[in-house]
Structures are given as C-alpha cells and as structure tokens.
Nanobody, 117 residues
Framework: QVHLVESEGGLVQAGGSLRLSCAAS????????MGWYRQAPGKQRELVAA???????NYADSVKGRFTISRDNAKNTVDLQMNSLKTEDTAVYYC???????????WGQGTQVTVSS
C-alpha cells in the first residue's frame, strides 16, 4: 500500500513555470515506478511523465523539452518541473505509483494546474 500526497498546483500565466511535488509513504519506494498523469475537462487521463527507480524517464510528446520529472529515493519524493507552460497544460495533475512487481497502481488526490493566456 502506498499513500501519495501532492503539493498544491496553482494558477500561472502562459510561459511561466510551476513545480509539483509528490511524497510517498507506506511501502518500499524503490519498487515503484513513479509518474505524473493529467486529466483535462472532457478528456481522458493521460501520462505526462514517468521515472523508474533507476532514473529512466519517459515523457509525453506534448511536454518533451518543457517538463522534467525527477525523484529522490532517499526522501521518497517525485517532482515535476513544468516550464514554458501553455494553456493546454491546464488540467488536474495526479501523482502515480506503479508497483513493478504486482503492477498495482496507486494515485494521489490530484491537484489543479491552470495556465492562463
């Protein structure tokens, strides 16, 4: 079992930056691949970025070059640095933990990110 707590999102102007953080507790952090997903109104939840315990990353094409995911295995945290934000990045962002052994997924409560033009 993993409990995920995300930092607050916020309102930012287009072109600006925002950093999201997620703290995990309750299980061995290293056996989880961590990720950030987002869901905009009327759209399906989509993967934004993911990172393995070894640091291998994967990004959605729409955020490559603008977003950076990182994790601190000692602190059990995963961050998403978002730069050059666009209005289309507006969504609820969810922290995700995927157990690489059982493939069970855990989710944070979600945090709203709004990018204004």
């Amino acid at each position: 079992q993993v409990h995920l707590v995300e930092s607050e999102g916020g309102l930012v102007q287009a072109g600006g930056s925002l950093r999201l953080s997620c703290a995990a507790s309750g299980s061995i952090f290293s056996i989880y691949s961590m990720g950030w997903y987002r869901q905009a109104p009327g759209k399906q939840r989509e993967l934004v970025a993911a990172i393995t315990s070894g640091g291998r990353t994967n990004y959605a094409d729409s955020v490559k070059g603008r977003f950076t995911i990182s994790r601190d295995n000692a602190k059990n945290t995963v961050d998403l640095q978002m730069n050059s934000l666009k209005t289309e990045d507006t969504a609820v962002y969810y922290c995700n933990a995927a157990n690489v052994i059982s493939n069970i997924h855990y989710w944070g409560q979600g945090t709203q990110v709004t990018v204004s033009s």
